[in-house]
């Protein structure tokens, strides 16, 4: 028997949690808040490792492709993520109001049991530093990792990224359906679960809406500075795109996204290089998803979600997702320092980015793939080629 994929059971957990919150007695909600109360502080535990593991490697790893073609590829990917984030926002602040209009989650972060039931204990698990404490130690090992010519340090970082990379994929991952089942059935008993379906139905439209806007964006951008008809560089990656669908993941869908951009008539050189690059440094998709979930779940809590509040954290998110792992929801597991420390989220509200984010992962991942080729038009053009001939 096919064993199932994580979104299958997440929608499972989603299903079980709503009928027990709905029928089941109060102990077992608490049960299983006592259980989300334990996963939930070692996730926090976790998170300033997660950081380290990734962004060190990631910023090292860049570092060690040093040049002129590195330098404009990772710019132009920032950009594109920026400007992706930016979208996200200034859509979602004139969408999401009227969305939202008379909705509360009542969530907050200064009571955030306030609405829900609390578990039967809870066991305090500190993490070793805190968020902005590991992203300065991701910045100094990896900036340290890609100057000297030594290879002790940059070693430990890799195996200590595979390390977290085991931690997510073996014990995290396997159990964030119970966490999330847990999350909905205290929700739903709570009264909470009937506006979240509803409401982020509504937001993940507006999501899908926004990656299809941003990638047409890209290629018409990209198809422009290289010479080429946008639309019919777009046409050929539809493969890759639907690809992604399926995979969930930028790297395995590398093969394919990069025989298509070759299709497009990118030298292959430039191919070969940008495509591997920008699977691990190019998240526009996830940045949207990312923006517009965490401005929703924060409207829906009466938190401010502010330009001053959201583009400081859109700027970290292209960062701090550089090298997110090839795992589902590996984006959004990146990105759990900075919504805690830069937005405010409580361990409740960091659960349900979770379940939003992956519950969407596709589609997301989808839209960093099919961009990475408008990218590689781009720096095609720049490197002085003109598109091949097809």
Same mark, same amino acid.
């Given at each position: 028997?096919?064993?199932l994929?994580?979104?299958?059971?997440?929608?499972?957990?989603? #299903?079980?949690?709503?009928?027990i919150?709905?029928? %089941?007695?109060?102990?077992?909600?608490r049960?299983?808040?006592?259980?989300?109360?334990?996963?939930?502080?070692?996730?926090?535990f976790?998170?300033?490792?997660?950081?380290?593991?990734?962004?060190?490697? $990631?910023?090292?790893?860049?570092?060690?492709?040093?040049?002129?073609?590195?330098?404009?590829?990772?710019?132009?990917?920032?950009?594109?993520?920026?400007?992706?984030?930016?979208l996200?926002?200034?859509?979602?602040?004139?969408?999401?109001?009227?969305?939202?209009s $008379?909705?509360?989650?009542?969530?907050?972060?200064?009571?955030? !049991? +306030?609405?829900?039931?609390?578990?039967?204990?809870?066991? !305090?698990?500190?993490?070793?530093? %805190?968020?902005m404490?590991?992203?300065?130690?991701?910045?100094? #090992? %990896?900036?340290?990792?890609?100057? #000297?010519?030594?290879?002790t340090?940059?070693?430990?970082?890799? +195996?200590?990224?595979?390390?977290? +990379?085991?931690?997510?994929?073996?014990?995290?991952?396997?159990?964030?359906?119970?966490?999330?089942?847990?999350?909905?059935?205290?929700?739903?008993?709570?009264?909470?679960?009937?506006?979240?379906?509803?409401?982020?139905?509504?937001?993940?439209?507006?999501?899908?809406?926004?990656?299809?806007?941003?990638?047409?964006?890209q290629f018409?951008?990209?198809?422009? *500075?290289?010479?080429?008809?946008?639309?019919?560089?777009?046409?050929?990656? *539809?493969?890759?795109?639907?690809?992604?669908?399926?995979t969930?993941?930028?790297?395995? /869908?590398?093969?394919v /996204?990069?025989?298509?951009?070759?299709?497009?008539?990118?030298?292959? !050189?430039?191919? +070969?290089?940008?495509i591997?690059?920008?699977?691990?440094?190019?998240?526009? %998709?996830?940045? #949207?998803?990312?923006?517009?979930?965490?401005?929703a779940?924060?409207?829906?809590?009466n938190?401010?979600?502010?330009?001053?509040?959201?583009?400081?954290?859109?700027?970290?998110?292209?960062? /701090?997702?550089?090298?997110?792992?090839?795992?589902?929801? $590996?984006?959004v597991?990146?990105?759990?320092?900075?919504? !805690?420390?830069?937005?405010?989220f409580?361990?409740?509200?960091?659960?349900?980015?979770?379940?939003?984010?992956?519950?969407?992962?596709?589609? $997301? /991942?989808?839209?960093?793939?099919?961009g990475?080729?408008?990218?590689?038009?781009?720096?095609?053009?720049?490197?002085?080629?003109?598109?091949?001939?097809?």
């Amino acid at each position: 028997m096919r064993k199932l994929g994580l979104l299958p059971k997440l929608i499972i957990a989603i #299903i079980l949690g709503i009928v027990i919150g709905s029928f %089941g007695p109060e102990w077992s909600v608490r049960t299983l808040a006592t259980f989300n109360g334990l996963f939930g502080n070692f996730l926090s535990f976790t998170i300033p490792l997660i950081i380290v593991g990734f962004v060190a490697p $990631g910023i090292g790893d860049l570092g060690g492709k040093a040049g002129k073609l590195l330098a404009v590829t990772a710019g132009i990917a920032y950009g594109s993520t920026i400007f992706s984030g930016t979208l996200a926002f200034l859509v979602s602040s004139t969408v999401l109001p009227m969305i939202l209009s $008379g909705q509360t989650l009542n969530v907050n972060p200064a009571n955030p !049991e +306030e609405a829900l039931l609390s578990p039967y204990f809870t066991v !305090e698990m500190p993490p070793i530093f %805190g968020v902005m404490t590991a992203l300065l130690i991701a910045f100094i #090992i %990896g900036l340290g990792i890609a100057s #000297i010519k030594g290879d002790t340090i940059k070693k430990f970082m890799e +195996e200590f990224q595979s390390i977290i +990379e085991k931690l997510i994929s073996k014990i995290i991952i396997p159990l964030l359906p119970f966490h999330i089942l847990g999350i909905f059935a205290n929700m739903t008993y709570a009264g909470q679960v009937a506006t979240i379906l509803s409401v982020f139905s509504r937001v993940f439209i507006m999501v899908i809406l926004l990656h299809l806007t941003v990638i047409i964006i890209q290629f018409i951008v990209g198809g422009t *500075i290289a010479g080429g008809n946008p639309f019919r560089l777009l046409r050929n990656m *539809i493969p890759a795109y639907f690809t992604a669908l399926g995979t969930q993941s930028s790297a395995a /869908t590398i093969p394919v /996204t990069l025989a298509q951009t070759k299709k497009n008539g990118v030298q292959d !050189e430039v191919a +070969e290089f940008v495509i591997p690059l920008c699977a691990t440094i190019h998240l526009s %998709g996830s940045t #949207i998803t990312l923006v517009s979930c965490s401005m929703a779940v924060m409207m829906l809590n009466n938190m401010t979600a502010s330009f001053a509040t959201m583009f400081p954290f859109i700027l970290m998110l292209g960062i /701090t997702m550089v090298a997110a792992p090839g795992v589902p929801g $590996g984006a959004v597991m990146a990105a759990l320092g900075i919504l !805690e420390s830069m937005l405010g989220f409580p361990q409740a509200l960091l659960s349900l980015m979770i379940a939003l984010y992956i519950a969407q992962d596709s589609f $997301g /991942t989808a839209a960093n793939v099919t961009g990475d080729c408008a990218i590689a038009l781009m720096v095609n053009r720049i490197s002085g080629y003109k598109l091949n001939k097809q």
